[in-house]
């Protein structure tokens, strides 16, 4: 079997899946006043893949990304983490497998300021009592760039270095899958380039999976497939994404502007 430079079977990046939803449905109020924003979505996310989820706004992209994460409860239908089904676990089941099987990554870099740089990235693994692999938090300093910096409080980084540091601390406990939230929302165009390029880097390098929501066509084009939603459904998927692709793609969807 062929393998990548990190171990990881060539075959299962495009087979295995992080996550899972199937017939997703996201109901909010009720009455007059209902509003449907996920209506019976069903998607596959693959190990070892990046994927950008776009859309107008108001098109549960957010939304789909937050109930697959376990952050938001759903009205019907499944969604997994690995083999784990989310409506199946209570609270507490719920906070451990977002904190021992899920990263992070949101346009707020939620650094705290009385923490260097590596202490931000170590926090969630020191809050579950877990000692970081040495060798696989060097390795991820190094991809993001940091190790320069780790003894760095937030207000002595820059923007850009900040959401490194949260980068670093999405990868730093392996999680079976990272979230992102617009990361690179916050930062100037050459800062946000440097970020996804790093995430680009962990999925290809270290065989991470990454789910990111954005509106910004550039920002898609580093991922391996853009997933397009309308309405609350899926109705569009492009692999192999390049801006201008994406930028086409958004004109022609269903509540587009």
């Not at 079977?9 to 007059?32: C, F, H, N, Q």
């Not at 209506?39 to 939304?63: C, H, L, N, W, Y």
């Not at 970081?132 to 390795?139: G, N, Q, Y």
């Not at 003894?151 to 392996?174: C, F, I, M, Y």
Request: glycine share 10%; net charge neutral.
């Amino acid at each position: 079997m062929t393998t990548t430079s990190t171990g990881f079977p060539a075959a299962a990046r495009s087979t295995a899946v992080a996550a899972r939803a199937t017939d997703l449905t996201k109901v909010y109020g009720s009455g007059e006043t209902q509003v449907v924003a996920l209506d019976g979505v069903s998607i596959d996310f693959r190990q070892a893949e990046f994927t950008a989820i776009m859309g107008p706004s108001g098109s549960g992209k957010s939304t789909l990304m937050h109930c697959v994460a376990g952050l938001d409860s759903i009205s019907s239908g499944s969604a997994r983490i690995g083999d784990t089904e989310l409506t199946s676990l209570k609270d507490k089941q719920l906070t451990q497998l977002r904190r021992d099987k899920i990263g992070f990554i949101f346009q707020a870099f939620n650094l705290l300021p009385t923490l260097n740089a590596l202490e931000n990235i170590t926090l969630p693994m020191d809050i579950a009592g877990r000692k970081p692999d040495k060798p696989w938090l060097d390795r991820v300093v190094e991809t993001v760039g940091l190790a320069d910096r780790l003894k760095h409080r937030p207000t002595e980084l820059s923007g850009g270095q900040q959401q490194r540091v949260a980068v670093a601390r999405a990868l730093a406990g392996r999680p079976e899958i990272i979230f992102g939230d617009e990361p690179t929302g916050n930062l100037d165009s050459r800062s946000g380039s440097e970020i996804l390029g790093f995430l680009r880097n962990s999925v290809h390098g270290l065989g991470q999976t990454i789910v990111m929501v954005t509106h910004d066509p550039v920002a898609a084009s580093y991922s391996d497939r853009v997933v397009f939603l309308a309405d609350g459904r899926i109705v569009d998927e492009l692999s192999r994404p390049t801006a201008d692709a994406v930028l086409d793609r958004m004109r022609n969807l269903p509540g587009a502007a």
